[in-house]
């Protein structure tokens, strides 16, 4: 399955993104973190966006549950990842999640998962 991911934090040079969505309430929810696929292009890409939107604290909520790095750079919730999963689990995170590309082309409103 793919999806348009919203990115919300980066740990680069070893390149890894914390992945959310909105819900309902317009809420951002936390669905784990893609750390492969990533071409040498992409993370150099990737640095120089990301560098320019960065911000002290998570921009969504993240359950204690939730595996974060304390270390994570997080960033606005401004750009949207194509990601390709397997599946979303019960505990509502992407199972074997692969980075495909950043999308240009789309809108944070326009982020959708296949389920």
Known sequence: MDGEIVVNDHDLPSISLALARYNEQKKLIYLGKVGTGFSALDIKELHTILSKIKITKPPMHINLND???????????????????????????????????IRKDKKIEECVLES
Do not use: C, G, S
């Not at 019960?90 to 692969?98: F, G």
């Open 67 to 101: 595996k974060i790095d304390r270390n994570m750079q997080w960033v606005k919730p401004l750009k949207i990842a194509e990601i390709r999963y397997f599946e979303i689990t019960k505990a509502h995170k992407l199972r074997m999640p692969v980075f495909l590309r």
